[in-house]
């Protein structure tokens, strides 16, 4: 099984959260392909300089320095995310489901609205 990370899930796995069903967790831990996209550090980067996530100073390097596998962003993926339909604006977002898109991955999230694009979503 491949696994893309929303943010949000990688956040609750960093904290522990009860959010992540002991099922996913386990999940995580054991799965050799978990992926967290470039865009994941640089969301969490913005977000915290906006004022909009609290957490330490070096969350953004705990996320990059995680146990799951780094997936760049690359001109494909940009292009994808740039021809995806409007149904939502986030381009953090975006980007995630056009790297699942491009890369055969699952998408794990809970955002409701993902599988109104083409991709495959594990909702947690």
């Given amino acids: 099984m491949r ?12 904290e522990d959260s009860p959010e992540l069903s002991g099922e996913v967790k386990d999940l995580l831990e054991v799965e050799p392909h978990v992926y967290v996209s470039a865009v994941t550090p640089w969301e969490i980067a913005i977000k915290q300089s906006l004022g909009k996530l609290v957490g330490p100073d070096d969350l953004a390097e705990r996320v990059r320095d995680s146990q799951f596998r780094s997936l760049p962003i690359t001109a494909g993926h940009g292009v994808r995310a740039g021809r995806l339909p409007g149904h939502h604006r986030d381009p953090f977002d975006r980007v995630l489901i056009a ?8 998408l794990v999230t809970r955002d409701k609205w993902m599988p109104q694009y083409d991709v495959q979503v594990m909702a947690v």
Avoid: K, N, P
């Avoid at 696994?3 to 960093?14: A, G, K, N, P, R």
């Fill in 3 to 14: 696994l893309l990370l929303d943010t949000h899930i990688v956040l609750w796995w960093l």
């Fill in 99 to 106: 790297q699942a898109q491009v890369e055969g991955l699952i």
